[in-house]
T-cell receptor, first 111, second 114 residues
Framework: RKEVEQDPGPFNVPEGATVAFNCTYSNSASQSFFWYRQDCRKEPKLLMS???SGNEDGRFTAQLNRASQYISLLIRDSKLSDSATYLCVVSLGSSASKIIFGSGTRLSIRP | GAVVSQHPSWVICKSGTSVKIECRSL??????MFWYRQFPKQSLMLMATSNEGSKATYEQGVEKDKFLINHASLTLSTLTVTSAHPEDSSFYICSANDRPYEQYFGPGTRLTVT
């Protein structure tokens, strides 16, 4: 079983739709959780951190369920520019050697 | 946010040659930098942790004699792929953090070995 699992997609949705991604992690000692966005042939960029209380940033909402070891990302009113691969990232500590990347979920927004 | 640069952004080399990739933190000092490799449609895999002034720490399965890492200053780490082969063709990305838990990635170097 992978340490961080994501549905690889691709998700192909129309502009304006709401789309949700899920991610599960296997290590209960995981401390921090993030969603990164990676465009084709580019480096990953931090989209948002994920907190137990849930957090929202504009059209993006992230939630964490520690009991179920489950993380989600919701994108509302999707835009063409949201097309990218979304990486679920789990950290066991402050060092990058403790950071585990999911394999990513590809999202394609169509006009 | 913090800025990390990489050079070159892409390189094509012949099999058997060596290639050096530079990673620089532009507006902060990084005692630790990290090197990742990403194959098409796969996630990032940590190769090694680069420590300023000391030896790098390599992840299991990564050959330290093939992937030479030097971290000579607080703002520069280099990765040298020695005796490159076509299977080394990949996207190499470095990262550093100026605070815990948040990684800043360089733009990546696409290596193609012919």
């Amino acid at each position: 079983r992978k340490e961080v699992e994501q549905d690889p997609g691709p998700f192909n949705v129309p502009e304006g739709a709401t789309v949700a991604f899920n991610c599960t992690y296997s290590n209960s000692a995981s401390q921090s959780f993030f969603w990164y966005r990676q465009d084709c042939r580019k480096e990953p960029k931090l989209l948002m951190s994920v907190y137990s209380s849930g957090n929202e940033d504009g059209r993006f909402t992230a939630q964490l369920n520690r009991a179920s070891q489950y993380i989600s990302l919701l994108i509302r009113d999707s835009k063409l520019s949201d097309s990218a691969t979304y990486l679920c990232v789990v950290s066991l500590g402050s060092s990058a050697s403790k950071i585990i990347f999911g394999s990513g979920t590809r999202l394609s927004i169509r006009p | 946010g913090a800025v990390v640069s990489q050079h070159p952004s892409w390189v094509i080399c012949k099999s058997g040659t060596s290639v050096k990739i530079e990673c620089r933190s532009l507006d902060f000092q990084a005692t630790t930098m990290f090197w990742y490799r990403q194959f098409p449609k796969q996630s990032l895999m940590l190769m090694a942790t680069s420590n300023e002034g000391s030896k790098a720490t390599y992840e299991q399965g990564v050959e330290k004699d093939k992937f030479l890492i030097n971290h000579a200053s607080l703002t520069l780490s280099t990765l040298t792929v020695t005796s490159a082969h076509p299977e080394d063709s990949s996207f190499y990305i470095c990262s550093a953090n100026d605070r815990p838990y948040e990684q800043y990635f360089g733009p990546g170097t696409r290596l193609t070995v012919t």
